[in-house]
């Protein structure tokens, strides 16, 4: 009778937010694929370095938010026999993918632009403005709509951060082409490229790092499990808590196991499921907790414990 779990699930809301988030995917990958390729046009006539940047760029969001929406749809599918969790870590890896493609590009663009600052050649700033205005608004639409998003996740975090990206590149990139039809400083267009990298690197070491928590199982970082064990030990007839381990699913989805140590007169009192609720609804209540797993020991079970724990 000193075993049990208690569980608490936020599945449908999540389900709704997920599919939500792949409209946003699906009318940000129209618009990111539309203007990739007017701007490559762009570069080609106008032989921009800092346009050709941006376009490369936006190339490699169309692809991040291709893998994303490819991932959102893998994450959806049910538990299996196997996969009891589900497949919602597709998206965390989509994440780190996404993660790691705008790392090797930002170090392609810092390599580009380095070269270029020794002979930046020449660089039709007219055609080239006018290009960047068109990613301009591009990247605002996008922007727009992602950013309604409030789920937290990390995989359309990552294709979000990629449009930022985009956005700051086409400013920086308009910002060149005036300098150069200003002054006609040349540089200007392979420091516009460095400026986009510099704006991209940052940012996707964020991203990996966010990912790899949670592929790591470390605890997520907004959840005190000091105070979680305080919270769970002040409870009427509880007595220790320990053997806590807390992890994330998948973004917006924590989740948490302890075994709970609790006075017989506790559970004549309440019963195993009483007590379980009360764990579960304290966790869920006040740490927003809504998958937890929790084992009801009571105190005659301690000395067990400690017996199969020195075997």
Same mark, same amino acid.
């Given at each position: 009778?000193?075993?049990?779990?208690?569980?608490?699930?936020?599945?449908?809301?999540? +389900?709704?937010?997920?599919? #939500?988030?792949?409209? /946003? !995917?699906?009318?940000?990958?129209? %618009?990111?694929?539309?203007? &990739? *390729? @007017?701007?490559?046009?762009?570069?080609?006539?106008?032989?921009?370095?800092?346009?050709?940047?941006?376009?490369?760029?936006?190339?490699?969001?169309?692809?991040?938010?291709?893998?994303?929406?490819?991932?959102?749809?893998?994450?959806?599918?049910?538990?299996?026999?196997?996969?009891?969790?589900?497949?919602?870590?597709?998206?965390?890896?989509?994440?780190?993918?996404?993660?790691?493609?705008?790392?090797?590009?930002? +170090?392609?663009?810092?390599? #580009?632009?380095?070269? /270029? !600052?020794?002979?930046?050649?020449? %660089?039709?700033?007219?055609? &080239? *403005? @006018?290009?960047?205005?068109?990613?301009?608004?591009?990247?605002?639409?996008?922007?727009?709509?992602?950013?309604?998003?409030?789920?937290?996740?990390?995989?359309?975090?990552?294709?979000?951060?990629?449009?930022?990206?985009?956005?700051?590149?086409?400013?920086?990139?308009?910002?060149?082409?005036?300098?150069?039809?200003?002054?006609?400083?040349?540089?200007?267009?392979?420091?516009?490229?460095?400026?986009?990298?510099?704006?991209?690197?940052?940012? #996707?070491?964020?991203?990996?790092?966010?990912?790899?928590?949670?592929?790591?199982?470390?605890?997520?970082?907004?959840?005190?499990?000091?105070?979680?064990?305080?919270?769970?030990?002040?409870?009427?007839?509880?007595?220790?808590?320990?053997?806590?381990?807390?992890?994330?699913?998948?973004?917006?989805?924590?989740?948490?196991?302890?075994?709970?140590?609790?006075?017989?007169?506790?559970?004549?009192?309440?019963?195993?499921?009483?007590?379980?609720?009360?764990?579960?609804?304290?966790?869920?209540?006040?740490?927003?907790?809504?998958?937890?797993?929790?084992?009801?020991?009571?105190?005659?079970?301690?000395?067990?414990?400690?017996?199969?724990?020195?075997?």
């Amino acid at each position: 009778m000193g075993h049990g779990h208690g569980h608490g699930h936020g599945g449908g809301g999540h +389900g709704a937010g997920r599919a #939500a988030d792949r409209r /946003r !995917l699906k009318i940000v990958l129209a %618009v990111t694929g539309s203007v &990739m *390729v @007017l701007q490559a046009v762009g570069s080609v006539l106008t032989g921009s370095l800092a346009l050709l940047a941006d376009s490369a760029h936006m190339a490699m969001d169309a692809g991040g938010v291709l893998l994303a929406l490819g991932a959102s749809y893998v994450a959806a599918r049910p538990a299996g026999e196997r996969s009891t969790f589900g497949y919602h870590r597709a998206e965390v890896l989509a994440a780190l993918v996404n993660a790691v493609v705008l790392l090797v590009l930002g +170090g392609v663009l810092v390599y #580009a632009g380095v070269t /270029r !600052l020794a002979d930046p050649g020449e %660089v039709d700033a007219g055609p &080239m *403005v @006018l290009f960047a205005l068109t990613g301009l608004v591009a990247n605002g639409v996008s922007m727009a709509v992602l950013s309604r998003s409030d789920t937290g996740s990390l995989n359309l975090r990552g294709a979000m951060m990629e449009v930022m990206a985009d956005l700051l590149g086409s400013v920086f990139a308009i910002a060149a082409g005036v300098v150069i039809l200003l002054t006609d400083w040349q540089q200007a267009d392979p420091v516009a490229s460095l400026l986009i990298a510099a704006m991209i690197v940052p940012r #996707a070491l964020t991203l990996a790092r966010d990912a790899l928590r949670v592929l790591l199982e470390v605890a997520p970082e907004d959840l005190d499990l000091a105070e979680v064990t305080r919270h769970i030990k002040e409870m009427d007839g509880v007595v220790d808590v320990h053997d806590l381990h807390a992890w994330t699913i998948t973004s917006g989805l924590p989740s948490l196991s302890a075994h709970v140590t609790v006075t017989d007169e506790a559970l004549a009192a309440y019963g195993v499921g009483g007590m379980l609720d009360r764990v579960s609804n304290c966790v869920a209540g006040h740490f927003e907790v809504q998958h937890a797993t929790f084992q009801i020991e009571p105190v005659s079970h301690r000395a067990h414990e400690d017996l199969g724990e020195a075997h």
